[in-house]
């Protein structure tokens, strides 16, 4: 990946954890590496600071499976200051990622893309492409950010939030039952949407249900 992105981008900045490929990136790049057009970052994805590195990066990578979230956290916790990130990763999770309400697949991973970017699957990725081959089958998502607050009416984005996390907390409970705790259940009993369940529920309405228990 890091040699075809070299043939589009003026500059590449990579992050590589594991040693063995760090020595062999800097074999097999030593031209790029020399020339400036690749910069090589030995270190944790969830730990470097990534708005350290460029004002508005595109961001490209087959990311681990088992820590797919915490990259995907720390990505919007840039707040949008990037500018598109193409990601290889499970099928199941792109399916998450990307999912409508009334699916099994919509959770609290899909509000946590959706309020932080408009997420699509660009292709599928069978697991018969890599050797060894594992487990799954993968699948090429494109994220594009967005801004909660304009769009949704969402202004305190952390505090909806700890709301939606709350809505999903037993997903396949009713929301009176999820909120009644947080909120009172005197207070939930009256809404419309306390029969519901949070899946059954778009990131707008919920957004407006948030400023209603606000």
Not at 36 to 53: F, P, Q, S
Not at 112 to 117: F, S
Not at 146 to 157: F, K, N, S, V, W
Request: aromatic share 8%; net charge positive; hydrophobic share 45%.
């Amino acid at each position: 990946m890091t040699e075809a992105l070299l043939d589009q981008a003026q500059k590449i900045v990579a992050i590589e954890v594991d040693p063995y490929l760090v020595h062999y990136l800097r074999q097999k790049f030593q031209g790029a590496l020399d020339a400036g057009r690749l910069e090589l970052i030995e270190g944790d994805i969830l730990k470097v600071d990534l708005g350290a590195i460029s004002p508005r990066p595109l961001l490209a990578g087959n990311l681990p499976y088992y820590i797919t979230s915490p990259i995907l956290d720390r990505i919007f916790s840039l707040n949008g200051a990037w500018e598109r990130a193409v990601f290889l990763v499970q099928s199941e999770v792109a399916a998450r990622l990307t999912a409508s309400p009334g699916s099994r697949d919509f959770g609290y991973l899909s509000v946590l893309t959706q309020v932080h970017a408009r997420a699509e699957i660009l292709f599928g990725v069978s697991r018969e492409a890599f050797r060894p081959a594992p487990k799954v089958d993968s699948s090429v998502v494109r994220l594009t950010p967005r801004d909660a607050a304009a769009e949704l009416g969402i202004a305190d984005l952390a505090g909806f939030l700890r709301f939606a996390q709350s809505c999903f907390r037993q997903k396949r409970k009713t929301l009176r039952n999820n909120l009644g705790p947080v909120y009172g259940l005197d207070r939930i009993e009256g809404l419309p949407e306390a029969r519901l369940r949070a899946e059954q529920l778009s990131v707008a309405e919920l957004a407006v249900l948030f400023q209603k228990l606000r």
